[in-house]
């Protein structure tokens, strides 16, 4: 597990660097499109302020976007209580504590590292487990603090965002390029537009299936290590697939924080879905709730 943790560590800093010469090369793409190379500079510099910001705010940005709010003991002292024995038992700091009102059983951790973490639990997750099954997945969001994938998933938050935000800037482009190649009779550099714009997104995809999906099973033993139950987090993973329904309020960007896929089921049975297929997760918990 410590190994674990350590490559969380390594790759935080190889998908910035990563994701800086991604936004570079889309940069290098649309300068020699409009054959001026002080975009590559521009967006280069941009990319790299944007990716530190990102690392710093990514936590904030990701309760806006959720709509979660954040508790004291006084308003649910029983999720709060939960999060204050697993912290105490891990030996980390406490995290803040928050809630979304949804219907939709899930939950979720954001942070840079264990001094700078949340945890987050929907209501509907509150109204369908029990004590043990709820200690199971805060156990799950407190092993995601523990090993660090709160940084990696951080990162990867910013990285979605950002290259969402250069595909929109590049549809506007393609647009107005479209009127002007139009006159001069050269598509080249709206089909560069196009195509980065088709390129980029799948990138951002493949970042966050390539981060998610093992730490979800490194998430699930590590509770059951924290907890000594591996029944509450079997039961637990089970009830949040009886109960699976999408959230109201979802993002595709803050998709691979959540224990389960908060958005609408996908029709390829979830070939390219950040997360692992819950029934996987219960198998492998199954076959090694005896080595705990």
């Known amino acids: 597990m410590y190994k674990n943790i350590a490559a969380n560590k390594r790759n935080t800093v190889f998908i910035m660097m990563g994701f800086v010469l991604l936004v570079a090369a889309i940069g290098a793409l649309f300068a020699y499109a409009y054959q001026d190379w002080w975009i590559v500079a521009w967006v280069m510099g941009a990319a790299a302020v944007y990716a530190l910001f990102q690392y710093f705010a990514a ?28 912290t105490l038992t891990a030996g980390l700091p406490m995290p803040e504590v928050y809630i979304i009102n949804d219907c939709a059983p899930n939950a979720f951790a954001s942070g840079r590292d264990p001094n700078h973490a949340l945890v987050c639990a929907t209501t509907g997750l509150l109204d369908v487990m029990d004590d043990k099954e709820l200690t199971a997945v805060m156990a799950h ?41 139009s006159e001069d009779g050269s598509p080249v550099g709206m089909i560069i537009l196009l195509v980065t714009m088709v390129i980029a997104p799948i990138a951002a995809g493949l970042a966050q299936m390539a981060v998610s999906r093992q730490r979800e099973y490194l998430a699930d033993s590590s509770a059951v290590m924290l907890t000594r139950y591996p029944e509450g987090m079997i039961n637990a993973l089970k009830k949040l697939e009886t109960h699976s329904q999408p959230m109201q309020q979802q993002n595709p960007a803050t998709e691979a924080m959540f224990i389960a896929n908060p958005l609408k089921k996908k029709g390829v049975n979830g070939l390219f879905s950040t997360h692992p297929p819950i029934e996987k997760r219960i198998e492998r918990l199954e076959n090694a709730k005896f080595k705990f």
């Open 59 to 86: 936590s904030k940005l990701t309760v806006a976007m959720t709509g979660a709010k954040k508790i004291e003991k006084k308003d649910n002292p029983r999720l709060y209580n939960i999060v204050e024995n697993l």
């Open 141 to 181: 969001e407190v092993s995601h603090v523990k090993n660090y994938d709160i940084r990696v998933s951080t990162i990867v938050f910013g990285l979605v965002c950002m290259i969402g935000f250069i595909a929109d800037i590049g549809w506007r482009i393609a647009w107005r390029s479209n009127r002007r190649n």
